[in-house]
């Protein structure tokens, strides 16, 4: 049975059915009409042929047993075949289904990645009807109006929205910040962190999620301001925290003095609406002050911290749930404005719009990080595959081409064409299957690697990257695809005979066409090696480029303690001051300490606002200022060089004038021409950061990323400003194992409440910003290295086969006095000119398709000379090393011997 | 019942070719053809006509066409191709070889 048939009647099964059913049917009532025309009545004859022949049902057993059995038997038996002839030849066995696991494990684990942040659907009900106000980019609060698009908002917008909305069937709404308390849960002696997300209570119910256990939140936990200390566990918390124990419900949690009861633990899958978050509990907004103090949001419509996702009644489409959003929308604003509306406000609110955002995927954070990386790593490993499959392609063409005269002698004996070629693709489905299981046990210990290499810090991010059907379908896919390529050509290449010439055929004559396809596809994985190569290096440089930025500071040596003083039980008054002084002190005083200091922000984000400076004019375009309140040695602890006036000091106290030191971009910006030593200035109505006087100029800083521009910065001390800062900055000398302890000691010395723990490193908070890049830049040098290594493979097993097969050619050429030398310069010279096409067609895809990467490039351009340069040698130098080591054994080849095998 | 394909491997397989010779004939015809022409020794069921049925056109050598029997009923008729009309001279030598050597076999002990 030929090839297209079989794989024709494993498609048409179901015409197949029909047909049989019909013509089955036609030649029973012809026998029964028969009986019936000689005078039978039609019961009679009905009964008859039934009693005579076996029922209709039985024939088409037959007939299929007759079809599928032979299939089935034909399968097996090719299996057999198969499986026999790959044990017969373990050593291509081993590669072939070593390099298709690796091609497949690679794309396997890259997709499982793509998979869970790009493409996983929220596990709730009809993730399809949620949508998002606004885009979610936002993390934080803000009391402005925006001009424009509106993406975070109000608890009492929220309230006023849900309470008067047509067009969603729920609606929610979330605290745009994590937060990060401690709590004492159980009556426990010790306080642990907990991730809380503040939720309003119809969360649950809008998202469609049942609990695990117990109860979740309902509109009724979120009516009264600080009347209901009820918490939601997520499963995984209850997993980690309490074994799964049930008894978890009505456990007792204290944060910052509030007592919460447990009432629920939500569903294995749930982990909130942000892929990359995974709040341990879900507390209602209406407890939001007791949660965070200071945070007085439930009645101020200027407070704005929280995201609305809402579900689209059914049969509402986007076009109208949006028209419905923005008209309660403005009547609302309308309403804020006031019986007197001015132009202004008038204009503004025209303006303001919400943008409904699609949030079947959940918010978007992660996936605006990561896509453009991920899916350059999609077509990173794509391309090993390829290169791979060509390998293993051209490892069957070297096979086939030994097995010619095996082929020739079945088909004498009447195997047909289409019979051989089924034999062989069975033997690659075989190797495609081992490479796919292998691959996806590959990929399943390299996805939780990649997962840890995708988060921003040494906590690996809370994604499930476990392999699901999905996956496990895309890798079935791949590897079908994978059989097909590299199988299909091997299999006609090699049976498309000429049964008398090979038959008689010794190695003397070299099949031509079969030699060039296999050139072809060495050219084609050189080609394509030298252009992950040059993306690799462009990506390693930009890596480098980013890590020699200057930020400024020093990160070294910096580590990072994370201090509770809400949980402590401190407020905003002298005695939080004195105890972040004392703790300096002492902290400071450690054998092995160089300085400490509380800081506010540590890098990568913070509070910005314009500053205004007496006697200069607004304008649009003043840039906004970053602030940080920091402790008197911060600027030394640091190492960031004062220019003009002097430091921070212990001096700047809260009885003294409030004071400033800036970077020369605020100095530049908003005292444009003269010295700012002396002069002041404002940030907004706020009393407490009026008329601050600049003491000193520090050299430009970092503040938000490695790749922004110098921005205007301002440093304040905390004696002069009372607020909670939770970072320590601690400056060692050298590398002190007990360092941590000691710190905690010290800490603990000033006030044995305060719960401490040890947080990442300054390095690795910078570091962490430039994540996504180092994800591509290893990861596509790894594979890069890989492809070059495949690549080898297929070069020195052409040139290998090659030789065997010109060992006559050599050993006549030696006979005529050629020297040894000259053999081994001829086989380098044909492998160098096959290299060279494929790294010339290889740079001009690089040129080409640097041109998609260019944004994800820091410092150099994408036809980077250097780097493309860099991958050109270096993937020269590994072919010609492939080459090598089959050059030398031809040079090696004794004429005498090569003559005398014909 | 007789079944005639359990007495000798490709027996009916031969008979159906041998009865499509002399042009199209649709399933009741060849059942009737073959047991017409045996005298009644092989009645061929459709338990064992469809499967046959189907082998021969699987292997090429045989395709079926929907068709209107008189009685306007539509039924499947099946036709040799070129490679089936090789292949009945073929197995018609192979069997002829068997037949001159079974009966030069049997004739001798008679």
Redesign the interface.
């Given at each position: 049975m030929g090839v297209k048939r079989y794989l024709l009647r494993l498609l048409s099964r179901r015409r197949f059915e029909e047909d049989l059913e019909q013509e089955i049917q036609s030649h029973f009532e012809t026998l029964i009409e028969r009986r019936t025309a000689r005078g039978e009545s039609i019961q009679e004859a009905r009964r008859a042929v039934r009693v005579e022949f076996e029922s209709g049902e039985q024939v088409k057993e037959k007939v299929r047993d007759a079809w599928f059995g032979a299939v089935l038997e034909a399968t097996l038996r090719d299996i057999q075949y198969g499986t026999r002839a790959l044990r017969k030849s373990p050593v291509f066995t081993l590669i072939a289904v070593l390099t298709l696991a690796l091609g497949i494990g690679a794309n396997t684990a890259i997709f499982s990645l793509l998979n869970a942040v790009l493409l996983r659907d929220l596990p709730v009900r009809s993730p399809g009807q949620l949508v998002l106000f606004g885009p979610g980019a936002w993390v934080g609060s803000t009391e402005t109006f925006p001009n424009g698009s509106w993406q975070l908002f109000s608890y009492p917008f929220f309230r006023e929205f849900r309470d008067k909305n047509q067009a969603f069937s729920g609606i929610a709404a979330v605290d745009s910040i994590l937060l990060e308390p401690h709590a004492r849960i159980a009556g426990g002696g010790s306080m642990e962190k907990v991730q809380v997300e503040l939720v309003s209570g119809s969360y649950f119910q809008a998202l469609g999620v049942e609990p695990a256990l117990g109860r979740v939140l309902t509109d009724g936990d979120d009516r009264t301001p600080g009347g209901h200390p009820v918490a939601v566990a997520s499963y995984s918390w209850w997993n980690r925290r309490f074994s799964r124990d049930p008894g978890v419900l009505g456990i007792n949690l204290t944060i910052n003095s509030t007592v919460y009861t447990v009432v629920g633990v939500a569903p294995r899958e749930f982990f909130g609406i942000t892929v990359g978050q995974s709040p341990d509990l879900w507390i209602p907004l209406a407890m939001e002050k007791q949660v965070s103090p200071g945070w007085n949001g439930l009645e101020d419509r200027r407070f704005q911290s929280l995201y609305i996702i809402g579900r689209r009644k059914p049969g509402v489409g986007a076009a109208q749930a949006s028209a419905n959003t923005n008209l309660l929308f403005k009547q609302i604003l309308r309403e804020y404005a006031g019986p007197k509306p001015t132009a202004k406000d008038l204009e503004s609110i025209r303006r303001a719009r919400i943008d409904l955002t699609p949030a079947s995927k959940g918010l978007a954070r992660l996936r605006r990080q990561f896509s453009v990386s991920l899916w350059i790593l999609m077509v990173v490993v794509a391309l090993v595959l390829l290169i791979a499959c060509a390998n293993v392609a051209n490892l069957l063409l070297v096979r086939a081409a030994g097995r010619r005269r095996e082929f020739a002698v079945r088909m004498s004996i009447g195997a047909t064409r289409g019979r051989l070629i089924r034999q062989l693709l069975v033997e690659s489905g075989l190797l495609g299957m081992a490479g796919g299981a292998l691959g996806v046990m590959l990929s399943w210990g390299a996805s939780r690697s990649l997962l840890r290499m995708v988060s921003p810090n040494s906590q690996a991010l809370p994604i499930d990257v476990a392999p699901d059907a999905r996956i496990l379908g895309f890798t079935l896919v791949v590897a079908v695809l994978t059989v097909l390529l590299s199988g299909l050509t091997p299999a006609f290449q090699a049976t498309g005979l000429k049964l008398s010439s090979s038959l008689n055929e010794g190695r003397g004559l070299v099949g031509v066409s079969r030699n060039l396809l296999s050139r072809g596809i060495v050219v084609g994985q050189v080609s394509l090696s030298l252009m992950l190569l040059a993306g690799a290096s462009l990506f390693l440089r930009s890596l480098a480029n980013l890590a020699n930025v200057d930020t400024g500071f020093d990160k070294t040596n910096v580590s990072i303690t994370a201090i509770d003083p809400i949980a402590a039980g401190y407020r905003v008054d002298a005695r939080l001051e004195s105890m972040m002084t004392q703790v300096e002190e002492r902290v400071a005083a450690i054998p092995g300490v160089e300085e400490a200091s509380f800081v506010f922000s540590t890098f990568g984000g913070g509070w910005t606002a314009p500053a205004t400076v007496p006697g200069r004019p607004k304008s649009d375009d003043d840039p906004d200022v970053f602030h940080n309140i920091v402790g008197p040695g911060y600027l030394r602890l640091m190492k960031i060089p004062i220019l003009f006036g002097r430091a921070l000091s212990p001096r700047d106290n809260a009885a003294s004038r409030k004071v400033a030191v800036v970077t020369e971009a605020m100095a530049r910006a908003y005292f444009p021409g003269v010295s700012p030593i002396g002069r002041s200035f404002s940030l907004g109505n706020n009393p407490e950061w009026q008329n601050l006087e600049v003491v000193g100029v520090t050299k430009d800083v970092k503040f938000v990323g490695l790749k922004q521009n110098a921005m205007p910065v301002a440093f304040y001390p905390h004696a002069q400003h009372g607020m909670f800062l939770g970072n320590l900055f601690v400056r060692r000398k050298g590398n002190s194992k007990t360092l941590t302890q000691e710190i905690r000691n010290a800490v603990h010395a000033v006030d044995p409440n305060l719960p401490v723990s040890e947080a990442d490193s300054l390095a690795e908070v910078v570091d962490g910003t430039t994540t996504k890049q180092r994800l591509v830049a290893q990861l596509s040098t790894a594979f890069g290295l890989l492809a070059a290594f495949l690549s080898c493979i297929g070069i020195y097993g052409v040139v290998s086969y090659e030789i065997t097969r010109r060992t006559n050619e050599f050993g006549i050429r030696m006979a005529l006095g050629a020297a040894r030398a000259h053999i081994f310069r001829v086989v380098i010279a044909e492998t160098a000119r096959l290299v060279l096409t494929g790294a010339a067609l290889g740079l001009v895809f690089a040129l080409v398709s640097g041109r998609w990467v260019q944004s994800q490039l820091y410092g150099l351009k994408s036809y980077d000379p250097l780097s493309i340069g860099g991958a050109l040698i270096a993937m020269a130098a590994v072919a010609l090393l492939a080459a090598y080591l089959p050059a030398l054994r031809a040079a090696r080849i004794d004429p005498m011997a090569a003559l005398r095998c014909e | 019942?007789a079944k005639p394909a359990d007495l000798l491997q490709g027996t009916l397989d031969l008979l159906i070719l041998q009865t499509l010779e002399p042009g199209p004939l649709?399933?009741?015809g060849i059942a009737d053809r073959i047991e017409q022409a045996t005298h009644g020794v092989f009645v061929v069921?459709?338990?064992?006509l469809?499967?046959?049925l189907?082998?021969l056109a699987?292997k090429g050598w045989i395709e079926?066409k929907w068709g209107e029997?008189e009685?306007g009923?539509?039924?499947?008729f099946y036709s040799l191709t070129p490679p089936g009309r090789a292949q009945l001279t073929r197995e018609k030598r192979g069997w002829q070889k068997v037949r001159t050597a079974m009966s030069q076999v049997l004739g001798e002990e008679t």
């Open positions: - | 019942m649709h399933g009741v069921g459709p338990g064992s469809f499967p046959a189907h082998r699987d079926g029997l009685s009923r539509r039924a499947k």
